[in-house]
Nanobody
Framework: QVQLVESGGGLVQAGASLRLSCVAS????????MAWFRQVPGKERVFVAG????????VYADSVKGRFTISRDNAKNTVYLQMDSLKPEDTALYYC???????????????????WGQGTQVTVSS
């Protein structure tokens, strides 16, 4: 079982940057596909970005391509989401998620992810 703790959220103005971090506990982080999702009140969680075991493959939602970058440091059991050129519509609760250990494929569906953090709030003012 992978436990995930996110940090780095906050209140920023449009155009600013934030970097979210997610620290994972457990012996097999290197073999977990990791992803970031986000959710606004009253709506479902949606996929933002995903990254493969070694970090060589990434997938992004169209809404964040060119502005957000997902990365990971397996030595630190940490995955990051660098968010640049933030927009008010990026306001959401951001969740870190891990696929089941040993499953290599990045997926965008919420139910493909077995472990979730508690979320970190990102608010972008106009």
């Amino acid at each position: 079982q992978v436990q995930l703790v996110e940090s780095g959220g906050g209140l920023v103005q449009a155009g600013a940057s934030l970097r979210l971090s997610c620290v994972a506990s457990g012996p097999s982080f290197n073999n977990n596909v990791m992803a970031w999702f986000r959710q606004v009140p009253g709506k479902e969680r949606v996929f933002v970005a995903g990254i493969s075991w070694g970090g060589g493959s990434t997938v992004y939602a169209d809404s964040v391509k060119g502005r957000f970058t997902i990365s990971r440091d397996n030595a630190k059991n940490t995955v990051y989401l660098q968010m640049d050129s933030l927009k008010p519509e990026d306001t959401a609760l951001y969740y870190c998620a891990a696929r089941r250990t040993g499953v290599p494929t990045i997926r965008t569906a919420e139910d493909e992810y077995a472990n979730w953090g508690q979320g970190t709030q990102v608010t972008v003012s106009s």
